[in-house]
């Protein structure tokens, strides 16, 4: 399983809508890409109760590195990486793809 992690930091003063993140942006994205599936860390505390330094990660889930590297193709990056302006105003998120091992 391949994972794709959006992370929206907080940036200066950045604001982000969560509520539009998880009923309009992931679904989307879910479609566009054709993800086995998606879910959304809503960040709510640190251990020690410092503020967070991020808003929000996103999860996208592929079955393989193939399924992936299908979904990357416009028009759907485009259209999925142009959306973020409507949700997130702290510029670019930071994107990394991981490689799930499961016990």
């Not at 709510?44 to 590195?65: E, K, L, R």
């Not at 992936?68 to 990394?96: A, H, R």
Request: net charge negative; glycine share 8%; aromatic share 10%.
């Amino acid at each position: 399983m391949i994972r794709v992690s959006i992370i929206y930091n907080k940036v200066g003063d950045s604001t982000f809508d969560y509520d539009y993140y998880v009923s309009s942006h992931m679904p989307m994205a879910g479609r566009e890409f054709n993800a086995a599936r998606w879910e959304v860390d809503n960040i709510v505390a640190t251990p020690d109760g410092s503020p967070s330094p991020i808003h929000c990660i996103g999860h996208i889930y592929f079955n393989s590195m193939e399924d992936l590297q299908k979904s990357m193709v416009e028009p759907s990056v485009g259209k999925v990486m142009g959306d973020i302006p409507n949700y997130y105003s702290g510029g670019p998120p930071v994107i990394l793809i991981s490689e799930i091992h499961e016990g």
